[in-house]
């Protein structure tokens, strides 16, 4: 499975950025897609997860709920990654997941497939 990701900007704190992941290759056997995230000098952080099943389960990290939407388009093996409210905390490169077993969805290393990441920068 292949990711790319995209819509990352520079945006100031308040504002609204919609990160796009597309999955290419042998994405029947997805179970489910997740974001993470990167700042500088920081672990890789879990943001958020949906299952591909009929129920489209999502997971928040709770510092991003409320603020941020993950969505799926099975037809298009697309992730989205809806941001709003942003705050110069955000800061950082969003990287897109996703796994072809079950587990825990926020964590990095349950996760067999990676994007290149895209950078997400906050101004105050």
């Known amino acids: 499975v292949e990711l790319v990701e995209s819509g990352g900007d520079l945006v100031q704190a308040g504002g609204s950025l919609r990160l796009s992941c597309a999955a290419s290759?042998?994405?029947?056997?997805?179970?489910?897609m997740g974001w993470f995230r990167q700042a500088p000098g920081k672990e890789r952080d879990f943001v958020a997860a949906i299952s591909w099943s009929s129920h489209s389960s999502t997971y928040y990290a709770d510092s991003v709920k409320g603020r941020f939407t993950i969505s799926r388009d099975n037809a298009k093996n697309t992730v989205y990654l809806q941001m709003n409210g942003l705050k110069p905390e955000d800061t950082a490169v969003y990287y897109c997941a996703a796994r072809w077993g079950g587990g825990y969805y926020d964590r990095a290393n349950e996760y067999d497939f990676w994007g290149q990441g895209t950078q997400v920068t906050v101004s105050s």
């Open positions: 290759g042998r994405t029947v056997s997805i179970v489910a």
